[in-house]
Structure formats: C-alpha cells, structure tokens
C-alpha cells in the first residue's frame, strides 16, 4: 500500500457548513426551475400551473433534482472513504477499477438473466464492485510503491482491463449502447418509480458518517491504527463496500460520473482537514451541488447555443463532471510533479 501521508490541513474558521446548506438550498431550487418545460416558481406559488405541468414537474423534474443530489453526494463520500483508507489523493472509485467492475457485473447479469430484477442487477454489480476493489488494493499491497502517482496508475490500467473485458462481452451480445449509457450518467431519462433505488445511498452515507471517526483513524495507516486499538481490516472493509455499494447503485441508477470522487474531497480537504466526521457533511454537500448545477448546465447548454432553440437536446452531465474532473486531475498531478 502507498506510503502516502494526508496531511492535515490548517481549518480557517469559515461557516462552511452553512454555506454548503446554503449552496444546496439554491441548486435544488434552481434545478425544479431550469429546463425546457416552462415551469415558473410564480406558477408554483400560486396553483396556476397547468396539468401537464403539474404532472412533469412531479413525475419528471423533482425525481431527476432528487437523483442528482443524491447520486452527486454519495460519490464525493465514496471518493472521500477511498482517499482515507488507501492514503492516497488521487483514488476514487473512477481510477481504482470500481465503477468498471460494476459495470463488468452488469454485463454478466444482463447476458446471463436478461430479465433479472433490478434489485438483482444491483447486488450483482455491487459483488463485482467490490471483488475489483479488492483486486485493486491486493495490487497495490504487492507492488511496492512509495510514489503517489503510480497507485491511480495502477487502478486505471486495473480499470482499462476490466472495462476491455465488459466491452468485449457487451460487443458480443449486442449489449455496448447499455454499457455506454451505464458508464455516463444521464438523468435524461429520470422519472418516477425509476430512481427510488438511490435512496439506498443516503442510508450508506449515513453509516458512512456514524463511523467517520474510524475511518480518520485508519487513515493514519495500518500500524499506527492496530497500535490505537483499531481493528484496521474490518474498518478498511467496511468502507471499502460503502464504497462498492454507492458506486453499484449509482451506476445501476443513472449511470458513472467519473472522477466526481476525486475532486470534491480534495478541495473539502483543503478547507477543513482531513478529518472524516468534520469534512464528510461538507463532501456530501459540494457532491450534490456539483452534479446539480452541472445537470442544469448540460440541460441548457444546448438550447443556448442554438439561440433559444428548444428540443436542442442534453448534454449528459457524466461528460460535464468528466471534463471538470479530468482538468482538475491533471492539474493535480503536474502540480505535484512540480512539487517533487
């Protein structure tokens, strides 16, 4: 396992917090308001909304908000819990081979049992997610490895091979178009009944906050955890299956959103510490203000370039947090090659 040391960082005395909620309260707000359909807060406020309307915003527009911030949020905590336990900046469940193998467990189950529940589909995923995140961490348990680098190396390479072996199958049963839509989320296609399943994740992030304390102690790493008392193994495995059932039900749900795991902690991290039980709520919050306000831009984007135009469909807001973070993932690693 890498030798990398999370640093504390100095906490300013900033209400983070409350800015949070604050910037929460605004996106979802925004989010029920922004799109083709024209619902008005004015319309809403005084019961002059149309049927048809009524019926969108209940059916389509609040479970799509709902789907976003919760998807949004519980992938910052899984990105935070992997950073924690591997004592590595650069890991998230996108670079450690997780969201692949999640998606290898799709495939198999949709060749397999085509029909097969979605409750099915999901603890299937959620097994593969989590035999890839243990492959990933036996690999980076044998390879000796001071350089912090090379551990994300090694779980996107894990990642490319799982990912080729899930193209390979999909290719073979007609099933890549299902792949793809898996590996880039869309919340296009978000209606009622269709996105409950995610509400599974709110209760992981909730366990994931209950036990805060134990992941910042085996951050410290395995001997220095053992020596407070801490059994290291059973911690690191449990958040490593938060980590693998976030990233099932997500990627079941609405599909990935690369790389959202890598940035938010890190800039959480740079505003509070390190501390899981004080950052964790804040992750949760810049998780789901991320996604939120990246659905509203991809869901406008097009209509604006096309002057107005409306029907000038979507960007999938998987390429927006994608972009966003593969920027901020390069940033990070030539500042970090500058550093030394």
Not at 24 to 41: E, K, M, N, P
Not at 229 to 257: K, Q
Request: aromatic share 4%; proline share 4%.
């Amino acid at each position: 396992m890498t030798t990398t040391v999370l640093e504390s960082r100095p906490r300013q005395r900033m209400p983070w917090p409350a800015l949070g909620v604050a910037a929460l309260v605004v996106a979802l707000f925004a989010s029920v308001f922004v799109g083709a359909a024209d619902i008005t807060v004015w319309d809403v406020l005084t019961g002059g909304l149309s049927e048809a309307h009524r019926v969108y915003l209940v059916e389509a527009r609040l479970p799509r908000t709902a789907a976003a911030a919760l998807a949004g949020a519980s992938l910052a905590i899984a990105g935070l819990l992997m950073q924690l336990l591997t004592r590595n900046r650069f890991v998230e469940p996108s670079t450690a081979g997780t969201v692949e193998s999640a998606g290898l467990g799709l495939v198999v189950v949709a060749i397999l049992a085509p029909g097969a529940p979605i409750v099915i589909k999901m603890i299937v995923a959620m097994v593969f997610a989590l035999a890839g995140t243990a492959l990933f961490l036996a690999c980076i348990r044998r390879v000796a490895v001071s350089d912090s680098f090379i551990v994300p190396l090694i779980g996107i390479m894990l990642g490319s091979v799982v990912g080729a072996v899930a193209a390979f199958l999909a290719l073979s049963r007609d099933l890549l178009q299902m792949l793809n839509a898996w590996m880039l989320a869309d919340f296009s296609a978000v209606l009622a009944g269709r996105y409950e399943l995610l509400w599974l994740v709110a209760v992981l992030g909730v366990l994931a906050y209950v036990t805060a304390d134990r992941f910042t102690v085996a951050g410290l790493g395995e001997d220095v955890a053992t020596g407070l008392g801490l059994d290291h193994r059973t911690v690191v495995a449990l958040g490593m299956s938060i980590v693998a059932a976030v990233a099932a039900v997500v990627v079941v749900t609405v599909g990935a959103l690369p790389l959202l795991g890598l940035v938010v902690p890190n800039v959480v991290s740079r505003l509070v510490g390190d501390d899981a039980r004080r950052g964790l709520p804040l992750v949760a919050l810049l998780g789901a203000v991320t996604v939120l306000v990246c659905d509203m831009v991809g869901r406008s984007l097009p209509g604006l370039l096309a002057g107005g135009s409306a029907g000038a469909g979507e960007i999938p807001v998987g390429t927006l947090v994608g972009i966003i973070g593969g920027a901020v993932f390069l940033a990070m690693m030539l500042r970090g090659v500058r550093n030394g």
